[in-house]
């Protein structure tokens, strides 16, 4: 199982012990989402934005306008960080100090270039699709030309990861422990609710099986 | 009404149709949410990390470890960048290309300085934990010394500030809605599971009133 080399700037110094550089691990993390935060350089200044994603194998595909302020910013800079979260609980303790959240997070540090190559640029722009809703691509009219050439494609090479995961319920002093305070977890989840048709919808155009199977695997 | 002012740092330029400047209704996108993506440069590095916070009026308290690496840089910058945001649908077209997502967004520029004044650094603390949930801060254990004055907490101001929100259907190109494509909307919410006690409970401890509105006001 691989893992990816810790160096200062990957390294998580607050909560160790809740660090991971396993790639396989910050894989399923990557892939249980489909935006990022990305940040970058506008004049000196970090800055971060919500950005669409996929990813395939160590590349993870971002897509955009031409003039898009942040692509750009990134293809000058050739280099990106990423960092993607999941919130999976409020975990409330008996003292403020030991409140938290359970959660899945990335930061990803990436190389970065355009993708001029027709055929890769389609291969990335699926993939970023599918990463919003399986299989949604091949359902759709085919990109024209016009919309192929305006839309800008890079691809992000992982260099070095790390994840933080907490998953665990409360941890109080001890000495707390017997206070009448209620303590406990919240679970937070994201989830769908029922699709709704477009009201232009064609004649006879069903609800096809890759939005029914959305729904279902992501219903509350 | 007030608004910020608007210059080249906030200026929404992709699709500034869905930009915002207005005071107040940035102050409601931030109230919907109790995390923030806080970019940071490191060594140059444009890095963003998700973190708990609070507002009062025009400012945003954060809080963290007294060796944060995040918050010292913030700290050293005197300015900060945050993004909030709350996905809420998936927007289904019958092209790739008109295929978005409804958000409400909103990026933050602040100045940042360090609390020192014990009271405004309570008074901070609590609004950060009751971001997370109303009315928490009240019912636990009172902070003691060390746990004080081991906490950093930062006062961002903010400076200026942008939104960026879409809440529509989808827009298909006019010559693509007789295709016989599913197109329509799945809507996006976080929300939370029953709570669930701490298996360390104290005897007689029944769930509190804020827990149980938290929970009735998120569940799905």
């Known amino acids: 199982m691989s893992t990816y080399n810790v160096s200062p700037l990957n390294k998580v110094k607050r909560g160790p012990n809740r660090a ?10 990557i892939d249980s989402g489909f935006i990022a935060h990305v940040a970058y350089n506008y004049n000196g200044k970090a800055i971060c934005i919500p950005m669409a994603y996929g990813r395939i194998e160590n590349k993870i595909y971002l897509h955009g306008s031409l003039k898009n302020r942040m692509l ?3 293809l000058e800079a050739r280099e990106a960080t990423l960092t993607i979260m999941h919130l999976d609980g409020l975990v409330l303790a008996r003292s403020g100090f030991h409140h938290s959240v359970n959660y899945r ?16 640029k389609e291969v990335a722009l699926k993939c ?11 359902s759709l009219r085919t990109m024209n030309t016009k919309e192929f050439n305006s839309t800008l494609v ?26 009448p305070i209620w303590a406990g977890i919240i679970p937070i989840k994201q989830i769908a609710e029922a699709p709704i048709n477009d009201a ?21």
Chains 1, 2 share one sequence.
């Open 154 to 179: 890079l691809e992000l090479e992982i260099q070095t990861a790390s994840a933080k995961v907490r998953a665990e319920g409360v941890n109080d002093e001890k000495m707390d422990l017997e206070l």
């Open 72 to 74: 750009l910013a990134l």
């Open 20 to 29: 991971m550089y396993d790639v396989e691990e910050i894989n399923k993390i």
């Open 128 to 138: 970023v699709m599918d990463y919003m809703i399986p299989n949604r691509w091949d």
């Open 200 to 220: 232009l919808l064609a004649e006879d155009v069903d609800m096809p099986q890759h939005i029914t199977n959305y729904y279902t695997t992501h219903k509350p």
């Open 105 to 120: 997070s990335v930061t990803l540090f990436a190389s970065v270039q355009k993708i001029d190559n027709a055929k890769t």
